[in-house]
T-cell receptor
Framework: DTEVTQTPKHLVMGMTNKKSLKCEQH?????MYWYKQKAKKPPELMFV???????INESVPSRFSPECPNSSLLNLHLHALQPEDSALYLC?????????????FGPGTRLTVL | QKEVEQNSGPLSVPEGAIASLNCTYS??????FFWYRQYSGKSPELIMS????GDKEDGRFTAQLNKASQYVSLLIRDSQPSDSATYLC?????????FGTGTRLQVFP
C-alpha cells in the first residue's frame, strides 16, 4: 500500500465554521506534512510532524491547528478561516525526515471559504 | 533570488519527441532533488528522485544532476499527449521541500 488518503475531497465552509481535514497513510512512514497550494502556484509547506511530534510550523496563523493522533493519522483543524485561505490542502508523508526521503502526496482537499 | 527556478513555459513538443525540463537551485548544500508531475486539479505525483551527480533513468524518464552548476533536469523520451502536465522541480532544504513554480508541458499529436 503506497497511498496517502485525504478526506473530504471538497469542503465549503463559512468564516465562522469549525471543520477538520483528515489524512491517513499505512506505509509505516514516520514523517507527515501539510502543504497549501493556491491556483497556479507551487505547494507551500505549513507543518511537519516527525514521530508524531510537531517539528516545523512555517509561521502558519493559529486558525490552522494541526494534530497527529498516531503515526498513521494527521488532522488539520480549521476555525475562523478567511476567504483567502481557499486553496488545495495537501498531505504528504515520507519514511522519516531528512535527505534522501521521498515525500508522497495525497489527493488533497479543495477548500472554499465563503 | 528564488531558491528553485524553472521556466514556466509552456513547453510545446510534438508526440514522440524528447521533452527537456530544466531547474536551477540556489543552496549549494542541497542533497536531494525531486521531479513531480501535476495534472490540472490533481495533486503532485513523484516521478523521479536523484541524489548523486550524473544521470538516473527510469523508463522514459531521465533525471540529470550537476551539483557544481546547481542544475537539475528531466528528460522525457517518446513524449505522449498524456505527459501534458505541469512538472515541478523540488529541492529538499533541511526538512523543507522547496518547489519551483513548475513548467507546463504540452505534447501535441
Amino acid at each position: 500500500d503506497t497511498e496517502v488518503t485525504q478526506t473530504p475531497k471538497h469542503l465549503v465552509m463559512g468564516m465562522t465554521n469549525k471543520k477538520s481535514l483528515k489524512c491517513e497513510q499505512h506505509m509505516g512512514h514516520r514523517a507527515m506534512y501539510w502543504y497549501k497550494q493556491k491556483a497556479k502556484k507551487p505547494p507551500e509547506l505549513m507543518f511537519v510532524y516527525s514521530y508524531e511530534k510537531l517539528s516545523i510550523n512555517e509561521s502558519v496563523p493559529s486558525r490552522f491547528s494541526p494534530e497527529c493522533p498516531n503515526s498513521s493519522l494527521l488532522n488539520l483543524h480549521l476555525h475562523a478561516l478567511q476567504p483567502e485561505d481557499s486553496a488545495l490542502y495537501l498531505c504528504a508523508s515520507s519514511q522519516v525526515r531528512g535527505p534522501g526521503n521521498e515525500q508522497f502526496f495525497g489527493p488533497g482537499t479543495r477548500l472554499t471559504v465563503l | 533570488q528564488k531558491e528553485v527556478e524553472q521556466n514556466s513555459g509552456p513547453l510545446s513538443v510534438p508526440e514522440g519527441a524528447i521533452a527537456s525540463l530544466n531547474c536551477t537551485y540556489s543552496d549549494r548544500g542541497s542533497q536531494s532533488f525531486f521531479w513531480y508531475r501535476q495534472y490540472s486539479g490533481k495533486s503532485p505525483e513523484l516521478i523521479m528522485s536523484i541524489y548523486s551527480n550524473g544521470d538516473k533513468e527510469d523508463g522514459r524518464f531521465t533525471a540529470q544532476l550537476n551539483k557544481a552548476s546547481q542544475y537539475v533536469s528531466l528528460l522525457i523520451r517518446d513524449s505522449q499527449p498524456s505527459d501534458s502536465a505541469t512538472y515541478l522541480c523540488a529541492v529538499l532544504n533541511t526538512d523543507k521541500l522547496i518547489f519551483g513554480t513548475g513548467t507546463r508541458l504540452q505534447v501535441f499529436p
